[in-house]
Antibody
Framework: QVQLVESGGGVVQPGRSLRLSCAAS????????MHWVRQAPGKGLEWVAV????????YYADSVKGRFTISRDKSKNTLYLQMNSLRPEDSAVYYC?????????????WGQGTLVTVSS | DVVMTQTPLSSPVTLGQPASISCRSS???????????LSWLQQRPGQPPRLLIY???NRFSGVPDRFSGSGAGTDFTLKISRVEAEDVGLYYC?????????FGQGTKVEIK
């Protein structure tokens, strides 16, 4: 069965960096686009970034563009989110979500999430 | 960005009775390829989101047939034919026709 397990969250000071990971299993990782979506405590869902199955396309929300970088390692079936220059408003649970080969499809499976808290 | 607006934001329902949630987008969700990428997600308390419906009306694997989706263009609806206790939670519409993906504010379904 499809499994997505996020890790790497924690408490970090403003301006610092953090790298999130999402270990994928149960499907052909190299054939699927992958997304990061976040949810601030008690708030709704905010899409963060996507990487296509072939890494030819990467898109970011304006709120993270230039600070966050999405990447993947097909040999490890792992998705990453490098987060630099973190701000208090980046505090949220970060979910990875499986996409399809078509970059417009996705959100069919979600991980349990990892909590990031940006605070001094 | 496409703005997604859900109504109502709260829906108290009696067990066994139907529930309906509306979602309106600020622009048409019909892609150039003819598909409409409108999905519905369920988020139970303390859980991650779960896909219920994709491309307006297609139930995802394992989703009970009491859930159904309909609509076109900019107006969409999620219906639960008979609400069960396990349906309590937040429901979000989501568009993936264009980036950035955007979500509705969420509708809370609770039992009266």
């Amino acid at each position: 069965q499809v499994q997505l397990v996020e890790s790497g969250g924690g408490v970090v000071q403003p301006g610092r960096s953090l790298r999130l990971s999402c270990a994928a299993s149960g499907f052909t990782f190299s054939s699927c686009g992958m997304h990061w979506v976040r949810q601030a405590p008690g708030k709704g869902l905010e899409w963060v970034a996507v990487i296509s199955y072939d890494e030819n396309y990467k898109y970011y929300a304006d709120s993270v563009k230039g600070r966050f970088t999405i990447s993947r390692d097909k040999s490890k079936n792992t998705l990453y989110l490098q987060m630099n220059s973190l701000r208090p408003e980046d505090s949220a649970v970060y979910y990875c979500a499986k996409g399809g080969r078509d970059i417009l499809t996705g959100g069919d499976y979600w991980g349990q999430g990892t909590l990031v808290t940006v605070s001094s | 960005d496409v703005v997604m607006t859900q109504t109502p934001l709260s829906s108290p329902v009696t067990l066994g009775q139907p529930a309906s949630i509306s979602c309106r987008s600020s622009q048409s969700l019909v892609h150039n390829n003819g598909n409409t990428y409108l999905s519905w997600l369920q988020q139970r308390p303390g859980q991650p989101p779960r896909l219920l419906i994709y491309k307006i009306s297609n139930r995802f694997s394992g989703v009970p047939d009491r859930f159904s989706g309909s609509g076109a263009g900019t107006d969409f609806t999620l219906k639960i034919s008979r609400v069960e206790a396990e349906d309590v939670g937040l429901y979000y519409c989501m568009q993936t026709t264009q980036f950035p993906w955007t979500f509705g504010q969420g509708t809370k379904v609770e039992i009266k």
